[in-house]
């Protein structure tokens, strides 16, 4: 699978996954292959006003080596147990080696031609290939169920549930 299509598929399973209504806690995913051969580990982190949904992406199955790392970063609005919305705030990349950065740049990722390794670029509202990233402000419905020591999702766009744990 060549890069692009690492970085479309990695982008497609991070925006099926957001959300969270808890004071201040991070979650974690153990990390697993997604697709043909990406591997992701994904967290979530909360405070009480924002979520921050991490997907990072590894070269290989031992989760040693990230060269990815995507970030959507909401506003929360909880209700009880569920949260009834998030508003996105921001859609962030960050390349974590030269290879990616020039290889973002080679295809304009994002319609950018800056990447740099280890530079965050904003992409909110930008369109990323084939995915329009979502705009500041814009509105996300999922819903969340919450126990002891897991936090699961369940979205309407993502046929499988899943479930990060409480670190």
């Keep these: 699978m060549n890069l692009t299509t690492k970085l479309k598929f990695l982008l497609l399973i991070a925006t099926l996954f957001t959300a969270a209504n808890l004071q201040a806690d ?6 697993k292959i997604i697709g043909e051969d990406d591997v992701v580990q994904m967290t979530v982190e909360l405070n009480t006003q924002n979520l921050l949904h991490r997907v990072t992406a590894f070269e290989e199955e031992n989760c040693q080596k990230p060269y990815l790392i ?4 909401y506003e929360r609005s909880d209700n009880q147990n569920q949260v009834a919305s998030l508003v996105h705030l921001k859609a962030l990349y960050t390349p974590l080696s030269i290879e990616v950065a020039r290889a973002l740049n080679l295809i304009k990722y ?3 031609r800056n990447w740099t390794m280890n530079q965050t670029q ?3 509202g930008k369109k990323c290939d084939d995915f329009q ?5 814009e509105k996300t419905e999922l819903s969340v169920t919450f126990q002891p020591d897991f936090i699961y999702f369940d979205n309407a766009h993502d046929p499988v549930p ?4 409480r670190l």
């Design 110 to 112: 994002c319609g950018l």
């Design 26 to 31: 991070t979650f974690e995913q153990n990390c």
């Design 133 to 137: 990233q979502l705009s500041a402000g």
């Design 70 to 73: 995507f970030d959507r970063v």
């Design 162 to 165: 899943y479930a990060l744990k």
């Design 122 to 124: 904003d992409v909110t």
